[in-house]
Structures are given as structure tokens and as C-alpha cells.
């Protein structure tokens, strides 16, 4: 069965790794349309290659340079070409496909993510942070629809895969793991002093930054709790984290009985995302040199909540609920990237984040407008305070 995809964050990492699924299953997947931020010349390449019905950039004056290149010529027909936040979910609405890969990085991607659930797509989601931000009118909006929102976080995508081997009133709870990031065994005083260039080399994953730095202070892992919690409709107090450093199992679900279900699999994003896009089959990948014999140990360890308060703030903002996880999704997206242009220190992340999650007060039950509005005054806290 043919299916139509709209892939958001192209050229990003996510982006990609799906341009290389998509390349060898064809013509069993299709790209209909391809968005990015401001990377044109990334976005031509894929378009070269695909030859997709539309195009999205976020910045305007990077469509602008695309839309110069089409009148150069030779295009027949040129991609029509949308721009601007608004102009993305418009181009999801537009464009008749069967899914939508949302891979864009940030709150940034939740117009365009909301816009797929609400044109009747089905949605791969690899942005959590839309997740995070909206979940409860995303996993509504999919619902009352019956369009299904598909995993492509790994973690997540295992927890998916594990379910399927019980029913969920059976579930006692799951395990999200966490590689522990290149900080794992450092102490606060080595973490007080740590750069973007340490902290953006991931021991396991090869990711973009932002999440190769929520990795590093655990903050990444404090977002899959709460995408967890909206994805499989679980209470907080079911989802734990475990700390396993070879990032081999990817998650586990353990049932009343005492069962524990996992999956497990090379640290390789092309193999949630393939599932995600082939769902509810499996297709072939080229065999990897994965081998339990040569990897020999797999460890697991309890998460440092005090070198690391990134997984308690996650569940106070379940708590919390309505506003809050909006407001902790923008907190930590200013203060990584103050940290990444070295206006933030390292730790700073953990306690300015907790300080503007502190001074909101919480909207219950919140509009879209509400979400935003608090998205927006976080990130202007962030830089108040950061100074
Ligand atoms: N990488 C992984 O292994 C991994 C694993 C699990 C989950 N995820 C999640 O997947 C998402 C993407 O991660 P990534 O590592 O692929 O990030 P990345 O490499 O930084 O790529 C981000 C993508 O988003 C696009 N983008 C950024 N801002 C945008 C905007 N305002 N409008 C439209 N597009 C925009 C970028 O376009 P430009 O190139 O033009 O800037 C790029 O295509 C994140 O939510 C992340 O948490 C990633």
C-alpha cells in the first residue's frame, strides 16, 4: 500500500534519517511535501531528489531564495512554496497525504503538528516538545478524528511495540531508559563548569542540539515523561526512568503479572521512524552489526535526582497540569539556547527553569491562546532573569 508523507524538519537530523527510509522504500512511501526553518539549500537537495508537490520554510526571506531558484528553471511543475509558521500548517492542511513526520525542533512545531491532526493526517511524531505543549488537545483532537498519533521517539516507539503484549488495564507501569548523557558521572562542581562543546557530545546518539542538550542535563527525558503520559494515557506515578548507559533496551512496559516486555535494537533513529511510517507492518532494513554477544553487559542504574532535578520537575508539572508544561517546554527551550550562545551556565538550566515554573500561575484548562500566551511570557522570564 502506497502511502503519502508530509515531512516536517527535513533537514534536520530526524529529517534525514526519514529521507534515507524513505529512499529505499519507495515507491511504497512517498513524499508529498517537505518543510524546514531557514535551510533552502537543504530543502532544494531533498527536493531535487524527490520531487515533492510542496515545500514549507519557515523564514521568509530563505523562501524567497528558494522561489528564485524555481524561476531559473528547469522545474515543471515548481513545488508551490509556503512560509511562516502559519504558512506550514497551511501547507499540511493543503497537501492530501496519509501522514505527517513532524520532526521540527521546538514549540515551533506545533501549529504545523496541530494542523495534521486536524486535516484528518495521521501524525509520526518525533517532536515531543508539541507534545509536551499541547498534549492534551492534540491526543483530544486526534481522538474525537480517529487518526492515530504514532511514536518516533525510540523510547517511546518501544513502549508502543512493548504494549501490543497485553491489554493496557494490564499495565503496572513502564520504564522510559536514559543513556545518562555525557554528564552521567560527573559531580555538581564538574557540571558547574561544563561548556556547549562538552556537553554536545552525546556518548550513544547523534542528534541536533537541542536535544543533544536536554540529554545532557536530562531535561530530554523529563519531556518523554510528560509525552508518555499524553502518548499512552498513563498516570505519572507509571512512568519511571532507569538510567542505562548502552541505550540497547529502549524502553520497557511491566505488566500486573511481573512480566516486563521491552524491545531492544542498535541506537539507530531509522528503525522507529521506518515502523512509524510502515505501521502497523514491519519492512526490511539492512542488517546492522548489532550483537548482544559483542555489547556483553547491559547495566542499569537509578537516576540522580539531585545532580539531575530535571525528572521531578516533570512530575510537577503533570501535577500541576493545564499551563504548566507549556511553560516548562519554553523555559527549558530559552535557557538551552542561552546556554548554547554561553549566557547560561550549565546548571543554571535546572534552577532558572524551576524559578519561572515557580512564578506562573497555572491556567487549568487551557485554549491554544492560553498555551502560547504562556510559551511566550516563559521565554521573556528566562531572559529577565538570565539577565
Ligand atoms: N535526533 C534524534 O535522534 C531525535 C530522537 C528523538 C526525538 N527527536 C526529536 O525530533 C525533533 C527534531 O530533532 P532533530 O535532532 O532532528 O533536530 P535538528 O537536527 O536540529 O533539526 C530540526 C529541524 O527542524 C527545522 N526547524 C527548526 N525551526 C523551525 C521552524 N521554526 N519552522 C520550521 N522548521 C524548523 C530545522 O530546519 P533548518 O535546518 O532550516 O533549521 C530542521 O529541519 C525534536 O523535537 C527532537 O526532540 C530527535
Known sequence: MKKKIILLGATGSIGQSTLEVVRRLRPELELVALAAGSNWQGLLEAAREFRPLALGLCDPKAAEALLKEFQRGPWEPAPRVYTGMAGLAKLVQETPAD?????????????????????????????????????SILTRRAKELDRQILPVDSEHSAIFQSLQAGDHAEVRRIHLT??????????????????????????????????????????????????????FQLPPQKIK??????????????????????????????????????YPQRREMPPSHFSLADIGQLTFEPPDEARFPSLRLAYRVLEDGGTA?????????????????????????????????????VIGSPSLEDLFDADRWAREEVRRRAG
Request: hydrophobic fraction near 50%; charge should be negative; proline fraction near 5%.
Open 99 to 135: 501522514i505527517v513526520l513532524g520532526a521540527i525542533s521546538g514549540a515551533a512545531g506545533l501549529p504545523a503538528t496541530l494542523a495534521a491532526v486536524e486535516s484528518g493526517k495521521h501524525l509520526a511524531l518525533a517532536n515531543k516538545e508539541a507534545l509536551v505543549m499541547a498534549g
Open 178 to 231: 536514559a543513556s545518562g548523557g555525557p554528564f552521567r558521572n560527573y559531580s555538581r562542581e564538574q557540571m558547574a563548569h561544563v561548556t556547549p562543546a562538552q556537553a554536545l557530545r552525546h556518548p550513544t546518539w547523534k542528534m541536533g542540539a537541542k536535544i543533544t542538550i536536554d540529554s545532557a542535563t536530562l531535561m530530554n527525558k523529563a519531556l518523554e515523561i510528560i509525552e508518555a503520559h499524553w502518548l
Open 241 to 278: 526512568v532507569v538510567i542505562h548507559p548502552q541505550s540497547v533496551i529502549h524502553s520497557l512496559v511491566e505488566f500486573v503479572d511481573g512480566s516486563t516486555i521491552c524491545q531492544l535494537g542498535p541506537p539507530d533513529m531509522k528503525i522507529p521512524i521506518q515502523y512509524a511510517l510502515t
Open 325 to 361: 508544561s507549556s511553560v516548562f517546554n519554553a523555559a527549558n527551550e530559552a535557557a538551552v539556547d542561552l546556554f548554547l550562545k554561553e549566557k547560561l551556565a550549565f546548571l543554571r538550566i535546572f534552577d532558572i527553569v524551576e524559578e519561572v515554573l515557580g512564578a506562573h500561575r
